[in-house]
């Protein structure tokens, strides 16, 4: 198991990681701020606490805050579309299938008359990189 200083190396050398700052240390409890950029526009800050045991092991206690999955470009691409031009309010769920290069969306949409509905999307990338978006209509 690591030590403190080599689980925060490994935080700190992490992709997107921008600072770790100390915040409090109340032995064996360490509590610090990370501060991650997500994309351009986003900067996601976590609270990490770490217990150090009486060997000096150090572990995460709760949420590893740099074990977040990946987010690929159609994500956020599909995420951005969504909520820009398809109203959507809420973003259920996003499923990708990186093999076949898809991915499958359930959103709630605000519409025209001011209600609220849940819609699916299929989407996907075409050869120039650009998102193809189709709403997956369902008979009732």
């Not at 709760?62 to 691409?77: R, W």
């Amino acid at each position: 198991m690591p030590t403190l200083e080599e689980l925060l190396k490994r935080i700190e050398s992490h992709t997107g990681v921008i600072s770790l700052e100390k915040i409090e240390e109340h032995p064996p409890y360490y509590f610090y701020r990370v501060r991650m950029k997500i994309d351009e526009e986003t900067i996601r800050e976590t609270a990490v606490c770490i217990y150090v045991d009486k060997n000096g092991n150090a572990y995460f206690k709760g949420a590893n805050p740099v074990a977040v999955k990946q987010v690929t470009a159609l994500e956020l691409k599909l995420r951005q579309m969504l909520t820009q031009e398809h109203n959507a309010v809420k973003i259920e769920s996003i499923s990708i299938n990186k093999e076949e290069g898809y991915a499958v969306a359930s959103a709630f949409v605000l519409n025209q008359d001011g209600t609220v509905s849940r819609k699916n999307f299929l989407a996907y990338l075409d050869e120039n990189g650009n998102l193809v978006v189709h709403e997956i209509v369902t008979p009732p």
